[in-house]
């Protein structure tokens, strides 16, 4: 079948009409009522309306609102008050808790910094008494044996070894501090 044929065959639709009418219809009050509610008498009388409803609402509203409070304890619900009360607390505990993070980050920074500066001195006192026990090892060796001849650098490669042989031994005992039990009155222990 062409298309002329099926454009004979089709049947005209009797609700095509209305609803081009309808469109229209539809066109033509939604420009008048943007229009309207555009202008400046419709703003003015709007708000004249407004005004007048809330005086007329104004004496019924501690009323409406006590009876609420009522009704929502009676049913064991929360109030708007009392979440503004549980945001105020959220807040609250939200500030304090950024004021105690602020506190840690400056205690952590001054360990830190003290941490650093007591090893560094506890580095350098333990260097200074390896090298003088290094010194004074050498000194009483090549006074004990005045015969044999030191070459001029290995009296310097003997203490660095010392040292060395020092430093490892004190690194590798470690040993932690054990927490005395204390004794409970009643039971015996803890």
Do not use: H
């Not at 009323?63 to 008050?81: D, F, G, I, R, Y």
């Not at 009360?85 to 952590?108: C, S, V, Y």
């Amino acid at each position: 079948m062409s298309e002329a044929e099926a454009g004979a065959t089709k049947q005209p639709d009797p609700t095509e009409k209305f609803r081009e009418l309808r469109d229209a219809y539809l066109e033509i009050w939604s420009k008048n009522l943007i229009d309207t509610v555009n202008s400046e008498g419709y703003a003015k009388a709007s708000g004249a309306a407004l005004d007048g409803y809330l005086a007329v609402a104004a004496p019924f509203k501690e009323p409406t609102e006590q009876v609420m409070l009522k009704t929502l304890q009676q049913l064991n619900m929360p109030s708007s008050a009392d979440f503004a009360g549980l945001a105020g607390r959220f807040t609250n505990i939200e500030m304090q808790m950024d004021n105690i993070d602020a506190k840690l980050d400056r205690i952590e920074k001054l360990l830190t910094g003290t941490k650093a500066a007591a090893s560094e001195k506890s580095k350098a006192s333990a260097e200074s008494s390896a090298q003088t026990a290094a010194v004074r090892k050498s000194a009483k060796a090549s006074a004990e044996a005045p015969t044999r001849t030191i070459a001029p650098g290995s009296a310097k490669k003997t203490a660095q070894k010392k040292q060395t042989a020092l430093r490892a031994r004190g690194t590798a005992k470690r040993t932690t501090a054990v927490k005395p039990v204390r004794q409970n009155p009643r039971k015996g222990t803890r």
